[in-house]
């Protein structure tokens, strides 16, 4: 479990940011309006904590899961938002403190499950890295929506790594959620870190299609919290190009992404 309890480090940490960020914050500032079209400050931490009581229960309860995955597959353009709007009606104190207990009790059950275990959740099952990787980009990505309606510019990290690599991975499915084939054969990804200035590099170093540029840009990018042509990310070869247009590190639909910073857009 060396992997997992590497990345469930940084999933605490990446929370612990967050929650620095609302802790203090009164009633009216959690109102406050975020990119995200209708989600204020409150709806993002009431989905991260929606999102966490789902994991929770994957690893705890796979047939209260199973009946609750039924449910959003009978409502897959709602659920996300039905859960979020539940949360928010609450007196952030209250949202908080759920927010709080549940990914606690998320990290000490990830933490605690033995080798080889996969969790059931709305696609394909997860192993616990997995899971804690989704979690931490997640995290990550409302929190930038947070930040953003704070006015607030985070310092960034190289947990981002975690968000890089599922982007990267994602690729064929950023294609397959459009109804596109995935391009044949890997791409080159080299990433640059935001903290030591290191190459964080995917794939065979020869390929033909190329992405480079900052990692922080990339994690934007797949999370649809920046448009392209706000980003300095380059691409070589036209499926490398056309993948920064499809680029998502999210399950799901792909949503409208952000607009450029004239103004917002919808948003995973």
Request: overall charge negative.
């Amino acid at each position: 479990m060396s992997d997992a309890l590497s990345v469930l480090d940084d999933l605490r940490s990446e929370s612990e940011e967050l929650d620095r960020l609302v802790a203090e914050l009164d009633e009216g500032r959690w109102a406050l309006a975020t990119p995200a079209p209708r989600w204020t400050i409150a709806h993002q931490i009431a989905h991260l904590t929606w999102t966490d009581r789902a994991a929770l229960l994957a690893a705890t309860d796979p047939a209260a899961f199973a009946a609750e995955a039924e449910k959003a597959a009978a409502n897959p353009g709602s659920f996300v938002d039905e859960g979020a709007e539940e949360g928010a009606a609450l007196p952030p104190a209250e949202l908080l403190a759920r927010w709080r207990t549940g990914r606690d009790a998320l990290w000490r059950v990830l933490s605690e499950a033995p080798a080889g275990t996969r969790l059931p959740w709305y696609g394909p099952p997860m192993a616990v890295p997995s899971m804690a990787t989704a979690r931490l980009m997640e995290t990550w990505a409302h929190g930038q929506d947070v930040a953003d309606a704070l006015g607030v510019t985070r310092a960034p990290t190289d947990r981002l790594r975690h968000v890089a690599r599922i982007g990267v991975r994602a690729r064929d499915f950023a294609f397959a959620v459009r109804g596109a084939a995935a391009p044949d054969g890997e791409f080159r990804v080299e990433l640059t870190s935001p903290v030591t200035g290191e190459v964080w590099a995917y794939g065979p170093e020869g390929a033909a299609q190329r992405v480079t540029g900052p990692a922080l840009d990339f994690c934007l990018l797949v999370t649809h919290r920046a448009h392209r042509t706000d980003l300095a990310l380059h691409a070589e070869g036209p499926d490398a190009d056309r993948w920064l247009d499809l680029a998502q590190a999210f399950a799901g639909p792909p949503g409208e992404g952000r607009a450029p910073r004239h103004g917002w857009g919808g948003g995973a």
